[in-house]
């Protein structure tokens, strides 16, 4: 896990595996999103489209992106501070496989938090065409390496097996 002091600006990471797309991904997400475009959901309606297909729900597209960014960013106990821009250039299909790219492109300790920091990454994914389909710069707040790590619970508990 990524501490603040193992970012630096220029740094390249890309994430160990990719995920392909089902379509119980996109109908889950697309329901528990409430979002009604039929073109996520609705054969019939896709088909008429341009695609003529169900286009994956572009919010899960994001989400996707970013929780495959979180290994290589995050996962020390990161917090989101806000993306400045979203782009989605290319459409999602099912059966699409999606990898996250990410580069560090500013770092800062916090001012107001002095055992975290601040940095900046864009990130974007590719589909197994190399095409970009999505693409975001973020800032997250990340904790320094002097930070107390979240201890692992113990147990008094003997092994049974």
Do not use: Y
């Not at 300790?109 to 864009?122: A, C, K, L, T």
């Amino acid at each position: 896990m990524r501490r603040f002091e193992d970012f630096a600006p220029g740094d390249t990471f890309r994430s160990a595996v990719g995920r392909t797309v089902t379509e119980t991904d996109n109908l889950l997400f697309t329901t528990l999103a409430m979002n009604t475009n039929e073109l996520h959901f609705n054969e019939e309606a896709a088909r008429a489209s341009e695609w003529g297909k169900l286009l994956v729900n572009s919010t899960f597209t994001l989400a996707l992106v970013l929780g495959l960014s979180v290994r290589d960013t995050t996962e020390a106990g990161g917090v989101n501070l806000g993306w400045t821009e979203i782009r989605l250039p290319h459409p999602v299909f099912v059966g699409d496989t999606i990898w996250a790219e990410t580069e560090v492109t500013s770092v800062r300790p916090s001012r107001s938090r002095p055992d975290q920091g601040i940095v900046g990454v864009r990130t974007r994914g590719l589909n197994q065409r190399g095409e970009v389909v999505c693409e975001f710069a973020r800032s997250f707040l990340v904790p320094k390496a002097s930070a107390p790590e979240r201890p692992f619970p113990e147990t008094h508990e003997p092994w049974r097996v």
